[in-house]
């Protein structure tokens, strides 16, 4: 049974704090809501806006490709 990567990585630092970073954008096919949601250490927004993301319209399942800091709302959450 293989463990995704990213589960590794999160198991080395449980102890410290965590955030989850909640981004939402409009799908630029269909202009309807996407969000998606990231874990990090860093609490700034910044951290997680100099980052591209794929995003996956679950409305008309358009893939793209874009910038953190082009996300309509960045909400961020303590992820004890
Ligand atoms: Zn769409």
Redo the contacts with the bound molecule.
Sequence with gaps: MSIPAYRISLGSTSQAAMYVHILLFR??????P?AISRVSKEKTLEVVDAEFLHIT??????LSDVPAAAAKKHYVEDWA
């Design positions: 799908c630029p096919d269909c202009n309807l996407v319209c679950s409305y008309c399942d358009k």
